[in-house]
């Protein structure tokens, strides 16, 4: 691998990202009653598609601890169900990240209007972490399935 590959060689955004998750799960679990700021973390569609905070904090937590797994044991798994363990937690990123843009343009949750210049400046590293993790997972793919 190539130095250069910096993201890959080092996963950091992939090991951020389930540290991100583990400490949102345990919150939410901690105090159910702060599921309400959970719209600052992306989290809030899983709430309004009626899934319990208790069920979304463990979820959080089980597919962090999925993607760690897959990151500490990445030489004893086969390339198909080492990625397979990462998607899980790209699948939350990602549905998180479109609840995020999607309360940035409407400027608004839950009757509650938000500047959105709030918005932005909570918002804007975890959008920014979601593109790092993209390319990390990205390239963690291609180099998989490129090198035996």
């Known amino acids: 691998m190539s130095d250069r590959l910096i993201i890959v060689t080092r996963p950091w955004m992939l090991l951020w990202a389930s540290c991100m ?10 105090h159910n009653e702060l599921a309400q700021i959970a719209v600052f ?23 962090s601890l999925l993607a760690i797994y897959a990151l ?10 080492n990625i397979a363990l990462l998607l899980p937690q790209y699948f939350v990123l990602i549905v ?3 609840s995020d843009i999607y309360i ?13 210049a709030l918005i ?15 390319l990390a997972l ?3 793919m291609r180099i998989k399935w490129n090198h035996p």
Do not use: C, M
Not at 21 to 30: E, N, Q, V
Not at 72 to 81: D, G, S, V, Y
Not at 120 to 134: I, K
């Open 96 to 98: 998180a990240l479109i």
């Open 41 to 63: 973390g992306g989290l809030q569609f899983f709430l309004d598609i009626g899934i319990s905070v208790n069920l979304l904090s463990f979820s959080l937590i089980f597919v």
């Open 138 to 140: 990205w390239e963690r």
């Open 21 to 30: 998750h583990i400490g949102w799960g345990y919150i939410l679990y901690a």
């Open 72 to 81: 500490f044991k990445e030489a004893q798994l086969p390339r198909l169900i």
């Open 104 to 116: 940035f343009i409407a400027g608004e949750y839950d009757g509650r209007i938000f500047d959105r």
């Open 120 to 134: 932005f400046a909570v918002l804007w590293p975890l959008v920014a972490a979601a593109g790092l993790h993209t």
